[in-house]
């Protein structure tokens, strides 16, 4: 039972051609976003990017602020 579950384990190498031929068969499977989708999931990104670059800045001058009173 062993070598049975070893012999579908083994994958064949396929090569270049091989490997682009799996590429596009896979690509085809793959359910791509519609036009609206993707410019409400860019909006999101773009949205908690400037967020959290807003955030960290803040935290950072906060900190920056605090140390150099405490050095003082």
């Given at each position: ?13 396929t ?6 031929k799996?590429?596009?068969t896979?690509?085809k ?11 409400r999931?860019?909006g999101v990104v773009?949205t908690?990017?400037?967020f959290?670059?807003?955030?960290i800045?803040?935290?950072?001058t906060l900190l920056?602020g605090?140390l ?5």
């Amino acid at each position: 039972m062993a070598e049975k579950n070893k012999s579908v384990e083994k994958k064949e190498r396929t090569g270049l051609f091989g490997y682009f031929k799996e590429t596009n068969t896979e690509l085809k499977r793959v359910t791509w976003p519609t036009r609206k989708e993707l410019f409400r999931n860019t909006g999101v990104v773009l949205t908690v990017v400037i967020f959290s670059t807003l955030a960290i800045w803040g935290i950072d001058t906060l900190l920056s602020g605090a140390l150099t009173l405490l050095l003082k």
